[in-house]
């Protein structure tokens, strides 16, 4: 719990953050993309019960089997998909305390600059170290580990696709099992 409280506490202080930002960060803090994995996520720390409501609450419905293993990538867990005038999108949940967002449309750069603009600024008492971890052809994938102090807190994991017409552009995933 007391972790917990300290996520929403980052979570505020980079928010009130943002208020000093540029327009541009602002507005990438606010994508919808990003809304989906701050909200169903981050603050559900991938807990798969949290993450289920708030999929539904942001109006997601549950995946039919077949294209929920999909998502889940032969893994226990669920998934939710929506369908808005955002794009096309999903939620999965394993139970292995990983949630991702799976994102079918937009500019890879700017996926990966929405979530750079949430990571700890300078002064608030976290700390990041951003690691490519993998990329092969198209795909790329890079983790930023979360600290406070020496701690690990949290690892938030973005796979990006610069395949021109691919169908996934990017997966944003909050590992829980990390921290």
Same mark, same amino acid.
């Given at each position: ?7 929403? =506490?980052?979570? =505020? ?14 507005? $990438? !803090? ?14 559900? !720390? ?14 997601? #419905?549950?995946?039919?089997?077949? $294209?929920?293993?999909?998502? $889940? *990538? ?21 139970? !292995?305390? $990983? ?32 690691? =490519? ?7 790329? #994938? #890079?983790?930023?580990?979360?600290? !406070? ?5 949290? *690892?938030?994991?973005? #796979?990006?696709?610069? *395949? ?6 990017? =997966? ?5 099992? *990390?921290?």
């Amino acid at each position: 719990m007391k972790y917990f409280a300290a996520l929403l =506490i980052a979570i =505020i202080s980079f928010v009130s953050q943002a208020s000093q930002d540029s327009a541009e960060s602002l507005a $990438l !803090r606010k994508s919808y993309p990003i809304q989906l994995y701050m909200g169903a996520c981050v603050v559900t !720390r991938a807990q798969p019960a949290k993450v289920e409501s708030q999929a539904k609450e942001m109006g997601f #419905t549950e995946a039919k089997r077949e $294209l929920a293993n999909q998502y $889940l *990538q032969g893994h226990k867990g669920k998934a939710w998909v929506s369908k808005n005038e955002h794009g096309n999108f999903a939620i999965a949940a394993q139970d !292995r305390e $990983l949630c991702s967002v799976f994102i079918h449309q937009g500019s890879p750069e700017k996926l990966m600059a929405s979530m750079e603009a949430w990571l700890p600024p300078e002064g608030s008492g976290f700390s990041y170290k951003k690691e =490519i971890v993998s990329k092969s052809g198209p795909l790329e #994938t #890079t983790s930023y580990k979360i600290f !406070r102090g020496a701690k690990l807190m949290e *690892q938030w994991v973005i #796979t990006l696709s610069t *395949q021109p017409n691919s169908k996934l552009v990017a =997966i944003m995933s909050y590992d829980a099992s *990390q921290a």
